[in-house]
Structures are given as structure tokens and as C-alpha cells.
């Protein structure tokens, strides 16, 4: 090949590279930042709820996907093609940057949209143990950096219950003692484990957090 051939061919490669890195970042651009639309109904639902006090919350209305899998995105884009109503509350961790509507259910379309009460467990504004459940390759991606101590929030159109993490551990599928009622009013977040693990994963990631204070938007 002589010099001239040469020159022809780095440039072609250069440029074919170059369209290829423009791609990339634009897809990930793209999927880092999503449109929350239960987020925007939820904070309109509770701004017209408090309308009459000067309290007045942030409206976080994007999730941030950067740590997602890419088929999770794509499953949360699907979901959006279904209306699941008006989210019964808001999960927030400032901890790992989380805010995530909560539905009842935890079914496929629940899960790739939010995060969902477990069925049979206490539920929103009531005492007891309120079990969450969250994807770990989606919005509970986030818990592999949880920390004990740190604060968990769930907001409803009412006010706010803040919970303090004081445990994280692995269990089997089949435990379901953490399901259970101990007569404290605590919030259990539960997630598949290893988090990057290829396939089904076999085990749980369980984070435990009590009650630590309450806000009333309606005082």
C-alpha cells in the first residue's frame, strides 16, 4: 500500500471512529437521564394537597440510569406505555441519589417502572414493616454502596416518614423472615444479589432501616 492509500485509509478509519464514539456518548446521554412522568404526577397530586401551607418540596422529576443494565432501560421505557395511576408514595435515599415512585405489586411491569410494596406487608402510613422491592440492575442498583446509618425517606401526599439504615445483610430467596412483622415500625428494602451477577441471582440484599422522625405537611 503506498503512502497516498495509507493516508486514505487512517483517515476512513478515523472518521468511521469518530461516528462511532458520537453514538456512544449520545446513547449514553440518552439513558442517564430519563422522564419520571409518575414523579411529575405524584409532586403535582402533592402540591395541590399542601396547597394551603408553605411547604413546598423539590421536584426531582429524572432518574438517573447511568448504573443501569441496558435491557432495565429499555424495559422502563416499555412500561411507560402503561398508566399505573397515581404512585401511593415516594421512596427517597440522598445517600445514592435515589428517588423512585412505589406502587403495590410486585409484579415485571411494577418493577421495571418503580419500586413495589410487597404485598402482605405493612402498608404506606401505617406502622409496621413496609417491604419494598427493587431491581438490582435497576432502581436498586444503588444499594451495593448503601452505608448504616444514613437516612431513607418515603413521602407521601400527606407528609414524610424518615427511617435510619441499621442493617444490611445476604440471605436466600426462601427467608422470609424478613418479611416479618416485629412490632417496630421499620421499612425493609430487598433486592436481588451479587448485584452484577450474570443471570438469575441467587441470593437477597436486605437493607433494614426504623423509624427516626415524622413530618406532617398538613400541620
Given amino acids: ?10 483517515r476512513t ?4 471512529s469518530a461516528a462511532l464514539l ?3 456518548v449520545i446513547a449514553h446521554a440518552q439513558s442517564s437521564i430519563l422522564p419520571a412522568q409518575d414523579l411529575k404526577k405524584f409532586e403535582q397530586a ?19 440510569t447511568s448504573l443501569w443494565n441496558d435491557q432495565r432501560v429499555s424495559d422502563y421505557h416499555d412500561s411507560l406505555e402503561h398508566d399505573l395511576g397515581l404512585p401511593e408514595a415516594v421512596l427517597e435515599i440522598p445517600s ?8 403495590t405489586g410486585i409484579d415485571e411491569l411494577t418493577l421495571n417502572r418503580a419500586v413495589g410494596r410487597v404485598p402482605g406487608t405493612a402498608r404506606i402510613g401505617v406502622p409496621g414493616n413496609l ?13 451495593k ?25 445476604v440471605t436466600t430467596p426462601d427467608d422470609l423472615s424478613v418479611l416479618s412483622d ?34 406532617s405537611l398538613l400541620e
Fill in 22 to 24: 458520537s453514538v456512544f
Fill in 131 to 143: 417491604a419494598l422491592y427493587g431491581h438490582r440492575d435497576g432502581f436498586f442498583r444503588g444499594l
Fill in 145 to 169: 454502596d448503601i452505608q448504616i446509618g444514613e437516612i431513607i425517606e418515603v413521602k407521601t401526599l400527606k407528609g414524610s416518614v424518615k427511617y435510619k439504615i441499621i442493617s444490611t445483610h
Fill in 96 to 103: 445514592i441519589d435515589l428517588t423512585v415512585p412505589i406502587f
Fill in 182 to 215: 416485629t412490632g417496630k415500625d421499620e421499612v425493609t428494602l430487598v433486592t436481588c444479589y451479587p448485584f452484577y451477577f450474570v443471570g438469575s441471582a441467587p441470593k437477597r440484599f436486605i437493607v433494614k432501616a426504623q423509624f427516626h422522625s415524622e413530618h
Fill in 1 to 10: 500500500m503506498n503512502k497516498k492509500h495509507l493516508a486514505i485509509a487512517q
Fill in 13 to 16: 478509519a478515523f472518521i468511521v
Fill in 46 to 64: 402533592r402540591q395541590q394537597n399542601i396547597a394551603s401551607t408553605s411547604d413546598s418540596p423539590s421536584n426531582n422529576s429524572n432518574f438517573n
